[in-house]
């Protein structure tokens, strides 16, 4: 789960990180009453749950308060990547000297948490992991000792940091590890932690990215969760414990497992096919579960043919079957779907759908062919579409 920008400087600002004087706003109107608050130079920025938003317009500095609401209306109208911003935070101004990027994430590799620093923060570090990765410079943090003030000193030291600037450097980077640690977070990232013309150090940016997994242990984190600003399919699938991820094919995959669902997607692909997204129903689906997996799937209009592949364990193929069709009486679709059962009555699973006249298969390939046979089969009476 991922937090808001004005969310995650909340945290870090509780954990003794400084961050700018601002406020949250949904209205231009608010927008405006906070920028005379503040009684400064503001930036208005767009809290959508995406980078670059700089790059997008989505970051602009405003003068006055009038101009804080005219620059808001503009923001709060816009899109970005896809997602509507809904809300903008209102910030101090800062006058910047040096940009500098700070991280800890979780090295799923080394099995360790790793601190990433580099001088030259700012919008495009991506780019610089790619182009000139020895910029950025990397520490492992053992997790039983903890980030250890050397640590924090060696990087400042090999950022070139100007002396005058490591002790608050390192008490940063020691609330950040405190941040990262307490929210069970599988990212802290400021970008960028700037010195400011007045030698300020101010993460002016934030990020945490918590990990879904812990989320049980916050429930006050929980609270925090921006439904508005998510895919409303993917509210309603994690109301029903799916996991769905939308993606841009024609293909609807409905799956038990997320291995068979990867696997599934694969073999789209493999056959000239583009899968319309990654859905596992996990265990034990109900029909309740496959219903509202059905619906979550025909909300989206590129859908032309829906691939059901269950592997029948503990959960049996007939009763999944059952569920399809008990979920097709609530679900009215004239959607093509391919049904591919295996495993614990299958056989009986295969006869409950193709007396209902859906296409059925034995292996995962006869699917997927089939599936994206009518899907081209629909382009070909739809030429153009
Ligand atoms: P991102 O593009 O989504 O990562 O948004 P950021 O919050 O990191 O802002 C992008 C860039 O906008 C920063 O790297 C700064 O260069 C600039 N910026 C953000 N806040 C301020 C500010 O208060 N003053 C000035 N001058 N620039 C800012
Ligand atoms: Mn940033």
Redo the contacts with the bound molecule.
């Keep these: 789960m991922k937090l808001q920008?004005y969310q995650s400087k909340q945290i870090f600002s509780r954990f003794g990180i400084s961050i700018?004087r601002g406020r949250v706003a949904a209205t231009a109107i608010e927008a405006k009453h906070i920028a005379e608050e503040l009684g400064n130079r503001v930036?208005i920025?767009a809290q959508v749950l995406v980078?670059?938003?700089?790059?997008a317009g989505?970051?602009r500095?405003a003068k006055n308060p009038h101009e804080a609401e005219d620059v808001a209306t503009s923001i709060l109208s816009m899109d970005i990547k896809d997602l509507p911003v809904r809300k903008v935070l209102v910030?101090e101004?800062?006058?910047?000297n040096k940009?500098i990027y700070l991280a800890i994430s979780d090295d799923r590799g080394a099995g360790k948490p790793l601190l990433m620093a580099s001088a030259s923060?700012?919008?495009d570090i991506e780019e610089i992991a790619h182009s000139n990765p020895e910029m950025i410079m990397k520490v492992h943090i053992d997790p039983l000792l903890g980030l250890r003030d050397y640590q924090a000193r060696d990087v400042a030291a090999t950022i070139d940091l100007p002396r005058t600037f490591w002790r608050g450097f390192i008490e940063t980077c020691r609330c950040l590890w405190h941040v990262y640690l307490e929210t069970d977070a599988s990212l802290v990232e400021i970008?960028?932690l700037v010195i400011t013309a007045d030698n300020r150090l101010l993460a002016?940016?934030a990020k945490i990215v918590l990990d879904d997994n812990a989320l049980y242990r916050h429930p006050d984190l929980v609270e925090m969760r921006d439904q508005d600003s998510e895919a409303e399919a993917e509210v309603e699938a994690r109301k029903y414990g799916l996991s769905y991820i939308k993606l841009d094919g024609e293909i609807g995959c409905m799956v038990n497992g997320a291995g068979l669902a990867m696997a599934s997607m694969d073999i789209i692909k493999l056959f000239g096919g583009e899968p319309a997204n990654f859905l596992d129903i996990g265990g034990g689906a109900s029909s309740e579960k496959v219903a509202a997996a059905l619906r979550i799937i025909l909300t989206d209009t590129n859908v032309k043919a829906i691939l059901f592949n269950i592997f029948g364990g503990i959960t049996r193929c007939d009763e999944v079957a059952r569920g399809i069709l008990s979920a097709l009486k609530d679900v009215k679709t004239n959607i093509p779907m391919v049904a591919r059962l295996v495993g614990t009555n299958a056989e009986e699973g295969r006869r409950l759908l193709a007396d209902a006249n859906m296409v059925t298969a034995e292996t995962l390939a006869e699917a997927a062919q089939k599936a994206v046979s009518i899907v081209e089969g629909a382009r070909n009476e739809h030429p153009g579409k």
């Design positions: 920008e700018p930036v920025k980078g670059g938003r700089g790059k989505g970051i500095l910030d101004a800062a006058n910047i940009e923060g700012g919008i970008n960028p002016l940016d």
